[in-house]
């Protein structure tokens, strides 16, 4: 362990340090978040995994055991997320029909979180590196999201195209990690003031373009999770002097602890956590934009699906979808209308429904996992665990039914689609989602059907 670093922890909790350093040899706080957008938290089908709930967010409970093949997982039920992690998205107090900003949203914990709360309001999530940005979407795709748009861009860029237009912004900035030292080595290893120096000028440029997205009257929410000072208090400060439409606000937390005393700002509105609290490091901030400021964002016109596209969706599920945009040969849904990002780089905005190919229309597997399609699909086969587990590794299953596409399901929730010949189902999982040849689906107790 790096010794500068532990005597600026000896001098940051001085009473505390002693515990700090038993923390570390302490196992890693675990917690899984209940997808309240395709289960009901009382009929949670696995209530044996839960311990504790979580004081740091609702819907939330301590677990102890790796949870990532579990098959509700898998079926997007839940998400694994560190406790005092998920206490940063109930300060931003997101509304139904709010238009949120995750400005810096991979792997998409507090992404997925934002997205609970939405009804017919929409989320844009945006991941500066291309390939946490194909992890967001995956994650974003489990869970089921429907109403979001994944950019890949600078936060300059986006942010000025999107001057005022946001209710909330989250800026959940990358920073020195320093409480994270359980969960990846590296960070002790690579320790130093200059990566804290540097971590902190990239925070503060993040949180200027930030502060331009935000309407007036919107809400921001600054987070790391690092302890450095420099980082937290010390930008919450800077923010201040910089930005006088700027209003620090109380955060409102019952969990963990004040900041740490710094000239500029008043440190019990901002919320510490350390190990010694339940969690693992987590820092936060929330402010409230002055003044009344606000613009609405560019909006691309519905478009209606082609009778192919038309005749799959009848055939498929119940009702039908309110918004629609092609790109190309693919067909895009949502429940918000889609925005225009003009020359922005999207990666995903909707659920992708599918493809044409060669005059035939070849579904996604995004658009069975959306959680308002879930209830509402036609055509669904039910398999159990050992069936789940041989799907989930690309092969082909038998179960009897209609011939056509069909999602199939655990326990009544999909985690995939395939195309029936009555006797057989044709996989359909996206082979980068495929199990790894070693990886099974967790199968504790007797098979569930």
Known sequence: MNEQFLNRMQTMIPDEFEA????????????????????????????????????????SWYVDRPLGLDPYHICGLFYLQEPSASGVVGLLDVQKDDLVLDLCAAPGSKTTQIAQKLE??????????????QALLSNLERMGVVNFALTNSESGPLCAAFENCFDKVLVDAPC????????????????SMDNILMCAARQKEIVSNAVRALKGGGVLVYSTCTYAKEENEEVV????????????????AAFGRPGLKTPGMDASKVRRVFPMDGGEGQFMAKFVKKGDASNTPALLKNEKPNATERAFLREQVEGDFSFFHHSKEKLFRMEHAFLDFGKLKVVRQGVLV??????????????????????????????????MDAYMHGEQIRIEGEPGFVGVCFDGYPFGFGKSDGHRINNKIPKGMRLLPKSHVRMDGEEQQ
């Open 20 to 59: 700090f350093m038993a923390s570390l040899d302490q196992d890693l706080y675990k917690a899984l978040r209940i997808n309240t957008k395709k289960v009901d938290p009382d009929r949670f089908p696995e209530p044996g995994l839960l311990g504790k709930p979580s004081p740091f967010a609702d819907h």
């Open 120 to 133: 017919s309001g929409m989320l844009v999530c945006n991941e500066i590196d291309a390939k946490r940005a």
């Open 176 to 191: 020195s990690g320093e409480g994270m030292l359980k969960k990846h080595a590296i960070v002790a290893q690579t320790w």
């Open 237 to 252: 400060a800077w923010i201040l002097e910089r930005f006088p439409e700027m209003e620090l606000v109380d955060c409102g």
């Open 354 to 387: 599918g493809e044409m190919k060669k005059n035939r229309f070849e579904p996604a597997h995004a658009f069975y996992m959306a959680a308002d399609t879930m209830d509402r699909l036609k055509n669904k086969v039910s398999c159990g665990l050992c069936e």
